[in-house]
């Protein structure tokens, strides 16, 4: 399941792609976040960290490429850090739900 609204899909995914990778010292763009938009998570993670400026970034901050460990970890603290990035937008956006209330569909 996932939220379409407006702009916010592009927003919210890639923000927490952006903060997954940063709580790891990888520094990642928005474009390695939305490179494997629409794939299965870990399928997802797995596509950010075959770039290689992702590859070389994981290998400078963990010595050695990212494992099936590691995607495993990256996976489990998607979701959590997904609803503590949203709280954060919807904190810096009080009217948020109102503003998308006629534009949320559920994928």
Known sequence: ??????????????????????????KITPEDARSGMGLMKKDHLRTILARPQVAEAWIAAHGKPASED??????????????????????????????CRNCVTVI
Not at 1 to 26: K, S, Y
Not at 74 to 90: R, W
């Open 70 to 99: 590691d995607i495993d970890t990256l996976f489990n603290n998607f979701v959590p850090l997904q609803i503590s990035v949203l709280k954060e937008f919807e904190n810096q956006f009080p009217d948020f739900w109102m503003w």
């Open 1 to 26: 399941m996932g939220w379409h609204c407006c702009g916010l899909r592009f927003i919210r995914p890639t923000a927490v792609f952006l903060r997954l990778f940063e709580d790891q010292n990888v």
